[in-house]
């Protein structure tokens, strides 16, 4: 899809790759609209776009709550008059081992990781159905790999790695489009503001741990590659690069390298 003039919701648009997409997509004619819950931030974000000579709107959003995000969705449609792309990008960390995994922990992070983009694809179908769209979610190279300490974050990309290619054939006799996109290790504060890490010594998603002695192999070539590709640290900048390329080429996962 040509981005020139499209209309574009970026969820977790405060910080790091939410910002770095908003920032360069609005800086190839998008008009983007900004969606999280730190106003101050968002509004920070808007005016950089604004100052650059994009197109910015701020819709403050709590993912976790499905009226919230049907909101995001209805404003944007009322201000622009359409919506071609979501980014569904907002998410969140969390650490333990499985045997000791906080459910209320596990139970924030699922809302916010697969019910959110859920609430979001759902509400944003009827505005895409008459001329088409695009969706991307944002994955992890995580859900490639099976890394301890990290199996509840890993397990709600996994779901959404599944839930994204599902609807991709059902929504495609409606020319709506869903790619994934899987970000490897990234320079962002995402892992410092994951939750769960109380007391446990889990490397913060996407970080995989360093090898121990005795440590087994990966079980497949598959994991052994994609532990190697997450071990590349990527600026925000570069996966907003992949994002932007994954909008103009319409894969249906795209990946950093």
Same mark, same amino acid.
Not at 5 to 31: D, F, P, R
Not at 92 to 99: M, R
């Given at each position: 899809?040509?981005?020139?003039?499209?209309?574009?919701?970026?969820?977790?648009?405060?910080? /790091?790759?939410?910002?770095?997409?908003?920032?360069?997509?609005?800086?190839?004619?998008?008009?983007?609209?900004?969606?999280?819950?730190?106003?101050?931030?968002?509004?920070?974000?808007?005016?950089?776009?604004?100052?650059?000579? /994009?197109?910015?709107i701020v819709i403050p959003t709590d993912?976790?709550?499905?009226?919230?995000?049907?909101?995001?969705?209805?404003?944007?449609?009322?201000?622009?008059?359409?919506?071609?792309?979501?980014?569904?990008?907002?998410?969140?960390?969390?650490?333990?081992?499985?045997e000791s995994l906080s459910i209320d922990?596990?139970?924030?992070?699922?809302?916010?990781?697969?019910?959110?983009?859920?609430?979001?694809?759902?509400?944003?179908?009827?505005?895409?159905?008459?001329?088409? /769209?695009?969706?991307?979610?944002?994955?992890?190279?995580?859900?490639?790999? &099976?890394?301890?300490?990290?199996?509840?974050?890993?397990?709600?990309?996994?779901?959404?790695?599944?839930?994204?290619?599902?609807?991709?054939?059902?929504? %495609?006799?409606?020319?709506?489009?869903?790619?994934?996109?899987?970000?490897?290790?990234?320079?962002?504060?995402?892992?410092?503001?994951?939750? /769960?890490?109380?007391?446990?010594?889990?490397?913060?998603?996407?970080?995989?741990?360093?090898?121990?002695?005795?440590?087994?192999?990966?079980?497949?070539?598959?994991?052994?590659?994609?532990?190697? &590709?997450?071990?590349?640290?990527?600026?925000?900048?570069?996966?907003?690069?992949?994002?932007?390329?994954?909008?103009?080429? %319409?894969?249906?996962?795209?990946?950093?390298?």
């Amino acid at each position: 899809m040509e981005i020139q003039n499209k209309v574009v919701i970026v969820t977790g648009a405060s910080e /790091g790759i939410g910002e770095s997409t908003a920032k360069l997509l609005a800086a190839h004619g998008a008009q983007v609209a900004l969606a999280a819950r730190s106003v101050d931030k968002l509004n920070a974000v808007a005016e950089s776009i604004t100052a650059a000579g /994009g197109t910015a709107i701020v819709i403050p959003t709590d993912m976790r709550d499905q009226a919230s995000v049907k909101a995001l969705i209805d404003q944007t449609k009322q201000h622009f008059g359409r919506i071609d792309i979501l980014v569904n990008n907002a998410g969140q960390a969390v650490g333990g081992a499985v045997e000791s995994l906080s459910i209320d922990d596990f139970q924030q992070v699922i809302d916010l990781n697969i019910f959110g983009v859920l609430y979001a694809i759902q509400a944003a179908i009827p505005h895409m159905r008459p001329d088409g /769209g695009l969706i991307l979610n944002i994955s992890s190279m995580v859900s490639k790999m &099976a890394l301890p300490g990290i199996g509840g974050y890993a397990s709600t990309k996994y779901m959404l790695n599944g839930l994204s290619l599902t609807a991709r054939a059902e929504l %495609e006799k409606d020319n709506i489009r869903v790619i994934l996109v899987y970000p490897g290790r990234t320079a962002t504060a995402f892992g410092q503001n994951g939750i /769960g890490y109380r007391g446990t010594t889990a490397p913060r998603p996407p970080m995989p741990p360093q090898a121990t002695s005795g440590q087994t192999a990966p079980p497949n070539a598959a994991q052994s590659a994609a532990q190697a &590709a997450v071990m590349q640290v990527d600026s925000a900048e570069h996966v907003a690069a992949k994002i932007l390329e994954a909008i103009q080429n %319409e894969p249906a996962e795209q990946f950093m390298h």
